[in-house]
């Protein structure tokens, strides 16, 4: 088939555009394969190849064409030493572009700066220019140990992957600029080097927490000489893990005033909105922002595409698409067979084992040697496994690669031409993020979205102005939380004792806390300071990560090898008795979690499906802060304690996703205290809805599993970051009420931007409802997969009829 009979739609940045829906289908017809011949393959006629003489094109509801740009180059600054100019032009680049130029000025004038542009935009080197220059005139001073630098990623890929960008710069300016890495990965001979003499390091917030800050009389020289600090991917710093890394910022600036040195903050983010202000919060100081990208761009051609229905049915009869899991592992195999070097981004560790491994069968069906330039990537691994990825990606020795978003931050992998997006990620701004992983020197490259069977991909693939023509959305973080808080003020006693005047540095609320930290005995006053007086080291008190209770070891019985591990708050979710996991493509079967030796024993084993696990979830309200009324309908923020316990697992079918059973489990309860937004309506609202006692339990829990589905299209955070629990008569307001939480002790922000947001949070949610093609609910628009009742009871119609009844009475 001709590619413009796809429906396309082109514009320059982020313009409106109207959209053509797609009408047609040509019958489904395997075809053979031979390797591409020719000239390089353009994005539209590799999108071509996917869905010719096959029903495929059916499946693209819409594609995107983003034209190229034209590059605008400056001059480097007077102040930026020669010799790395010279070390600069040797890697090929003559000139900078203007944003590069301007963080440079700003970064010498020790103005703290974010630089908030494109992926492959050079934002590295708009940092590495000013901070090799300054190393250089360290390297000058006469004694001591000259200037330092520290750069941190929240991915130890990315740390890696600089390392090797900054030492092919720095190769022609000698000894003068010594970079290293200093992660869990790095070899206790080597941490000793690093400490006395390297002065770039390189390292992520979890080392800074946990080795750096509480050993800082170790890293003395290094810290009293610190002059830039480089934040990299900070958009990535969002949420509970966002916060938590603000506070281990404020603890190094402490640190770092107490040596004499007060280091510049260069940030590099993805476009994101509000990036000045963004940053300010994530390291408490006044942050100048660069928007403008003025580096080239390719074109970009990014689809959306919709898994087709398939024969069976779900739960309650529902009607069941293909999974995008499945979807994407064959789009990789075409891929990887016509010879397109793609990475599949996947949202699950589990989920990008199954793409490699489906991905993997079928290229051995056609030609065995190509099985093996395929491989998952994920966190998890050992630390020699994702070394040996990385290289055989950087080489490409590897065709295909299905990652989690381990690799969406900013690795510089040349040559990828396609990305496919399994699910959407959690933000429009990662959605760009991943999409740019292709194309990254300037060629052309191909992005799709494939659409996952639940609400909020299918009302982006049917309403593509929610991705094209919305700005990217700004960080949410709030590090005044005080189960943020809290441990990070014992963190910075244990480090030097705490004085009053220091509070003001950790934020409004850390006066407040101080005295609650005296009452159970984690900070001792002696005069004006507070002390930590525990043998206990206080950075283990909070994993910055947002877990709780460290880390769970996946061990395979009978060897006792140690396969990798999961942090100990999912274990309940993701390695259950019963639970199929899987590493380097190989799968085990869960025989036993043992929550007192944080050991999960797992057995090889091949079942033919897959398990996710089921929760029940109770919620109390401790204290309301804010009432809005809705007509007679309320809607609610306050502090809630939610009680929820994994109760059983589902058995899928793989590839299809077909439900095979159930098992029961018996997992202790957790709480958690966190913050709500909630609903209300009243019994004069139901009856004019005509919602009877019958159908209000089906109405409001399918209302609240939408409105889940459809907050990240709101706030910065993933359907998995969230939860919600729908009452017919809750004891606390005596109403039908809908809650929708944070899944972070304290909370995560995410309800609060819920209801600030709410009227067009749930005006997307009931539009999500009504444009579904089912008749009484579906994964694509009321089911969830996460519930733990078996998705019942559900009222499609019912839920329409409340929201709309709902939506009446909200503030304009």
């Known amino acids: 088939m001709a590619f413009n009979h796809l429906p396309v739609c082109v514009h320059d940045g982020f313009g409106p555009f109207s959209v053509t829906p797609v009408t047609h289908s040509v019958p489904m017809a395997r075809k053979e394969y031979e390797p591409s011949k020719g000239p390089d393959p353009t994005p539209r006629s590799v999108l071509e190849r996917l869905v010719t003489g096959t029903d495929r094109a059916a499946r693209i509801t819409h594609t995107e064409h983003v034209p190229p740009r034209r590059g605008r180059n400056a001059n480097w600054p007077d102040e930026i030493r020669p010799e790395v100019i010279e070390a600069i032009r040797a890697g090929g680049i003559d000139r900078p572009w203007e944003h590069q130029t301007r963080m440079a000025e700003l970064a010498l004038r020790g103005e703290s700066t974010v630089v908030a542009t494109g992926t492959a935009s050079g934002k590295s080197l708009a940092y590495l220019a000013p901070t090799l220059s300054a190393l250089l005139d360290g390297a000058e001073r006469p004694g001591g140990r000259g200037a330092t630098a520290l750069y941190l990623a929240p991915t130890k890929a990315l740390a890696a992957d600089q390392l ?83 506070q281990v910022l404020r603890r190094l600036r402490r640190l770092c005033a107490r040596y004499g040195s007060h280091p510049t903050f260069l940030l590099a983010s993805a476009t994101v909105a509000e990036p000045g202000a963004s940053a300010e919060r994530l390291t408490g100081l006044p942050v100048r922002e660069i928007t403008e990208d003025a580096s080239p761009r390719g074109e970009l051609v990014f689809a959306l595409w919709e898994p087709p229905l398939t024969e069976m049915e779900g739960e309650q009869g529902a009607p069941v698409r293909r999974t995008a899991t499945a979807e994407a592992a064959d ?222 070891q996946v061990v395979e019985e009978g060897t006792g090898r140690l396969l990798g591990t999961v942090d100990a708050e999912s274990a309940h979710r993701s390695v259950h008795q019963g639970a199929v996991h899987l590493h380097q493509g190989r799968t085990y079967v869960v025989s036993e979690l043992d929550l007192e030796d944080s050991a999960a024993l797992v057995r090889q084993e091949s079942p033919p499906w897959t398990t996710m696990a089921r929760e029940t979830t109770a919620v109390s309200i401790l204290e309301t802060d804010t009432t809005v009324p809705w007509g007679e309908a309320q809607l609610c923020f306050g502090s809630v304690e939610v009680t929820h316990q994994v109760v059983s697992y589902l058995r899928r079918r793989l590839v299809s996703g077909e439900v095979l059973g159930e098992t029961k489990l018996d997992l202790p309860p957790r709480s958690l205290r966190t913050r709500a937004v909630w609903w209300t309506v009243s019994e004069d609202q139901l009856e004019e809805a005509g919602i009877d006692h019958r159908t209000l339990p089906g109405a409001l829990h399918a209302a609240e599993h939408a409105s889940i589905g459809i907050l990240p299209l709101y706030a910065t955070c993933d359907r998995w970051d969230i939860g919600g629990v729908s009452v017919p008569l809750h004891g606390d307001t005596l109403l039908p009420t809908v809650f929708v939480y944070d899944g972070h002790p304290g909370g995560a922000g995410f309800a609060e931007r819920a209801f600030h947001s709410a009227r067009a949070w749930l005006d997307a949610t009931r539009e999500a409802i009504a444009s579904c093609e089912c008749d009484s609910g579906c994964p694509s628009c009321v089911q969830s997969p996460k519930c733990g009742n078996g998705n019942e009871p559900l009222h499609k119609r019912g839920a329409l009829r409340l929201l709309g009844h709902l939506l009446r009475g909200a503030p304009r």
């Open 331 to 552: 789009l990789l195999t075409d891929l990887v067979l016509h010879q397109v070097r793609t990475v599949a981004f996947v949202r699950s560790r589990r989920g990008a084992e199954l793409v490699s491994l489906i991905a993997q069968d079928r290229l051995a069906a056609v030609d065995r040697g190509l099985s093996g330039r395929v491989a998952a990537y994920r966190g998890g691994y050992l630390p020699e496994e994702r070394r040996a990825l990385e290289r055989a990606l950087h080489s490409g020795e590897l065709l295909g690669l299905s990652a989690t978003n381990a690799l969406e931050l900013g690795m510089d992998v040349a040559g990828l031409e396609a990305v496919l997006i399994t699910g959407y990620p959690g933000t429009r701004a990662s959605i760009w993020q991943q999409a740019g992983r292709a194309g990254r020197q300037g060629q052309q490259a191909l992005a799709v979205l494939v659409a996952r069977d639940d609400p909020l991909d299918t009302y982006l693939v049917h309403h593509p102005e929610a991705i094209f023509s919305r700005p990217v959305e700004s960080t949410v973080l709030d590090p005044d939380n005080p189960y943020v808080l809290a441990p990070h003020l014992c963190a910075a006693a244990s480090e030097i004792p705490l004085s009053e005047e220091d509070l003001s540095l950790f934020g409004r609320t850390a006066s407040e806390l101080m005295p609650q930290l005296e009452r159970r005995r984690l900070l001792r006053r002696r005069g004006a300071n507070w002390y930590w007086t525990s043998r206990q080291r206080a950075v283990d008190l909070t994993d910055i990560r947002g877990g709780e209770g460290g880390q769970i």
């Open 164 to 246: 090797r960008a900054t030492k092919a710069l720095a190769k022609p300016l000698g000894d003068a600029v010594r970079p290293a890495v200093y992660d869990g990965d790095t070899p206790v001979e080597e941490r000793e080097w690093v400490r006395a003499y390297a002065n770039h390091v390189l390292t992520n917030p979890d080392m800074l927490h946990r080795a750096i800050l509480p050993s800082h009389p170790r890293w003395a020289s290094f810290l009293r000489a610190l002059r830039f600090v480089v934040v990299d991917e900070c958009h990535s710093y969002r949420g509970v893990f966002g916060s938590h890394v603000a």
